[in-house]
């Protein structure tokens, strides 16, 4: 059981960026979906896995240790979406090892956590800040993740070669509310490195024979050292968090490592990281069918090619949020959906801004896929619309609308959302502008009968990356300043706070935002 430190509790609404990255206090995820195992494993072989002398293998029984393998799909965070393959030993932390079993007694006493081995993870940004900051053994490989009706699966592949892949059966209905609070120790820079992570949600779970699992080791030299710890051929534990929300503590503790004699070779340090970009992008998951980068748009016949004579502009947006069948209410339906998250991602593309901004019958074009737990993941939008228009009722109101159509096992669903941003200072523009009041009609548009409702959100992370996007047709000073009218008009005074986070430090004002590199979806 955990509750949020005063601390945390501070610092909520607030902001950093740190090594260039910027961060919504406090740092949490939301909406991801989590597997784990726990094999038994030779303690004595696992010490001599871990540095120094200050973390001990923690022993169930006699000389038996725990292997822990954890997979989380973030699909909501600051820094974007990402899948993170943990193997770690369970471990104690103090000058001696403790006895069998008493850790899990005194938590506290003992500093139980666990020591982290490897920590592979789908995108540069994430290997950044994770390795950079709180020390741990992050980097960039191939990663999956699958959810099957009978099971949960996961694929580790780095340089063209399997180094893991974990599959459980699926643990029954997750029923079980827990929050909790782990201890992360990792080697970096000569240094132990202790983070907190807390998490929540709905767990499903099995225990001794009812367990089932399966681990697969690879070729790849990563892994190799895990070959010698006499790993259990079948799991004593699996779980599985079908939508868990999570929280990083940005205090951590460190400790320089101590041997008998200095430590010989090269070490690991800041220079492995001080190189790393910001990019979000994935590499190459291992095998088809599995939990993948959400796709780029290309252009369509429905979302034509801009010309250079046109005023056109296009940018990338994502928002994600909870969404309830069977409610009417958005606010309500937010409430009951937290476990069902509806996700867009979207690209819009106006042919004319002119018109749009003076016409509000004049929509913009709308590309989409959608994801929703009850219907499937990357369903295509078939008609999309974007609207933007200030209120007649109030000159300092302005509406946002969107529609998005498409299909589920052949019936239409139409999706409705609406923003209301009103122009006065303080921190309702940030809700007003990131929160998306939705409603989910059965039918090809909003005159048909209501079936769910929920509230999606623009996360920090997203909301530089709608920055970055935008472009105009029109190129040199013409079409920086477009896409400067534009912003100020679609983000009010958020514009200008988060157009110098979203082009990076040292970045002038009048500078134009760079292209994407390599995102077919990117007007040219």
């Known amino acids: 059981m955990w509750t949020r430190t005063k601390r945390l509790k501070q610092q909520t609404g607030r902001y950093s960026r740190v090594d260039g990255i910027p961060y919504a206090l406090p740092i949490n995820s939301r909406a991801s979906p989590a597997l784990m195992a726990a094999f038994t494993i030779d303690a004595s072989k696992a010490a001599a896995l871990m540095p120094g002398h200050e973390v001990h293998p923690l022993r169930l029984w006699g000389n038996k240790g725990v292997l822990l393998v954890t997979v989380i799909d973030y699909r909501d965070t600051d820094i974007g979406p990402y899948i993170e393959f943990s193997v770690a030993i369970a471990c104690t932390h103090g000058p001696k090892p403790a006895l069998p079993l008493w850790p899990l007694l005194f938590q506290k006493n003992h500093g139980l956590g666990q020591y982290v081995v490897d920590l592979p993870v789908s995108t540069e940004i994430s290997v950044k800040g994770g390795k950079g900051i709180w020390g741990m053994p992050k980097h960039q490989a191939n990663l999956d993740f699958r959810i099957s009706g009978q099971t949960l699966s996961s694929q580790y592949d780095k340089d063209g070669k399997l180094a893991l892949r974990i ?7 997750a029923w079980l509310p827990l929050r909790a ?7 970096f820079r000569g240094m132990l490195m202790k983070s907190l992570i807390s998490f929540r949600g709905k767990f499903a779970f099995r225990l001794g024979r009812k367990a089932s699992a399966q681990l697969t080791l690879g070729d790849h030299p990563r892994v190799q050292p895990l070959k010698t710890l006499g790993i259990a051929s079948r799991p004593f534990f699996t779980g599985f968090l079908p939508s868990a929300s999570g929280e990083l503590d940005d205090h951590f503790e460190c400790w320089f490592l101590s041997y008998p004699a200095l430590p010989a070779g090269p070490q690991e340090g800041l220079e492995s990281v001080t190189g790393l970009g910001l990019s979000q992008q994935w590499l190459t998951p291992p095998s088809a069918g599995g939990r993948q980068q959400p796709p780029l748009l290309p252009l369509t016949p429905e979302i034509p090619q801009m010309t250079t004579s046109s005023s056109g ?3 990338r947006e994502t928002m994600s949020g909870p969404l309830a069948l069977h409610e009417t209410d ?6 009951k959906g937290r476990h069902t998250p509806f996700t867009f991602h979207a690209t819009i593309r106006i042919d004319d801004m002119e018109a749009f901004l003076r016409d509000p019958l004049h929509e913009a074009h709308l590309a989409a896929h959608v994801s929703y737990p009850p219907f499937g993941d990357n369903l295509p939008v078939k008609r999309g619309s974007f ?4 209120s007649g009722d109030n000159p300092g109101t302005r509406l946002m609308t969107y529609g998005m159509a498409f299909e589920h096992q052949g019936r239409e669903y139409y999706l409705a959302g609406t923003k209301t941003i009103h122009d006065d200072p303080g921190s309702d523009l940030w809700h007003d502008t990131t929160r998306l009041y939705c409603r989910l009609h059965e039918g090809p548009d909003e005159r048909g009968p209501t079936v769910g409702a929920g509230v999606l959100k623009l996360g920090l992370g997203e909301l530089l990356k709608l920055v970055s996007s935008m472009r105009s047709s029109r190129e040199g000073a013409a079409g920086i300043q477009a896409v400067m009218h534009f912003g100020r008009f679609f983000l009010g005074a958020l514009w200008e706070i988060y157009l110098p986070l979203a082009r990076g430090p040292g970045a002038a004002a009048h500078e134009p935002l760079s292209p994407p590199v390599n995102e077919p979806g990117a007007p040219r």
């Open 167 to 173: 599959e459980i059966d699926r643990p029954g209905k």
């Open 387 to 390: 609207n933007l228009f200030k």
């Open 330 to 335: 958005p606010l309500a339906g937010a409430i």
């Open 181 to 187: 609070r782990g201890a992360n120790y990792c080697q």
């Open 313 to 315: 502009l296009a940018f």
